[in-house]
C-alpha cells in the first residue's frame, strides 16, 4: 500500500528517537511520521484528521501492580486513564472513521464505556493464546460518530496452537494479512 501513510505518537523521548531510527531504516522516510507527545495533547492539533485511529495504551492504572522495572513505567503504567484515550482518538478520526484499541480483556467493561459514549457499530474480537484459553486481550472497534447500537462479540482470534505454534491466524497476519472482523 505505497499510498498509505502513518502517524505514530509516542512520549517517551528515547522510543521516539528508536522509532524514527527503525523508519529511516526500514524505508519508510516520508510515509511514517513518528510525532513526540502525550496523547490527549498531541490531538488538539489534529481534529478529524485520520481515516483510521489505532491504539495500544499502557494496560495498567497506577497502584494496581508492583512498580515495573526502571524506564517501563510509560509503557506499563497509564499517565491517561482509558475515557482519555478514546476521547482523544476520536477527537482525531475523521468522522465514521474506524477507532480501534487493543488492551486487556479484564478492562474491557471500561472499554465499552467509553466507546458506548462516543462511537457506534462497536466489535469486540477476543485473543486467546490457545484453542480453550480465556481471551487476555481484546481489539475493539468503532466508528466515530454512528448511532449506537448492539455491540458485536466476535469468535476469538487463537494466536497459538496447542503444540505452542502459530495459528493459521497468526500466520496470515505475519504476512501482512488483515484480520478478519
Known amino acids: 500500500m505505497p499510498d498509505m501513510r ?5 512520549m517517551v523521548p528515547a522510543t521516539v528517537i528508536l522509532a524514527r531510527r527503525g523508519v529511516t531504516l526500514n524505508g519508510f522516510d516520508g510515509r511514517v511520521e513518528v510525532a513526540e507527545g502525550e496523547a490527549s495533547a498531541w490531538v488538539r492539533d489534529h481534529e478529524n484528521r485520520f481515516d483510521l485511529i489505532f491504539a495500544n495504551p499502557p494496560y495498567f492504572e497506577p497502584g494496581r501492580i ?3 522495572g526502571e524506564g517501563k ?6 499517565s491517561l486513564d482509558l475515557t482519555g484515550w478514546i476521547k482523544a482518538m476520536v477527537f482525531a478520526a475523521k468522522p465514521r472513521a474506524p477507532v480501534v484499541m487493543i488492551h486487556r480483556a479484564a478492562e474491557l467493561a471500561r472499554i465499552l464505556s467509553g466507546f458506548d459514549r462516543q462511537t457506534g457499530d462497536i466489535a469486540v474480537l477476543p485473543v486467546a ?3 480453550g484459553e480465556e ?7 468503532g466508528r466515530k460518530g454512528l448511532k449506537r447500537g448492539p ?3 466476535l469468535t476469538p482470534l487463537v494466536t497459538h496452537l496447542e503444540d505452542g505454534t502459530a495459528s ?3 500466520e496470515a497476519i505475519r504476512r501482512g494479512e488483515a484480520i478478519d472482523w
Do not use: D, M, N, Q
Not at 135 to 141: E, Q
Open 73 to 78: 513505567a510509560e509503557a506499563y503504567l497509564e
Open 129 to 131: 493464546s490457545k484453542p
Open 168 to 170: 493459521p491466524a497468526l
Open 66 to 68: 508492583s512498580a515495573p
Open 151 to 153: 455491540v458485536r462479540l
Open 135 to 141: 481471551a487476555r486481550r481484546v481489539l475493539v472497534r
Open 6 to 10: 502513518l502517524t505514530g505518537v509516542e
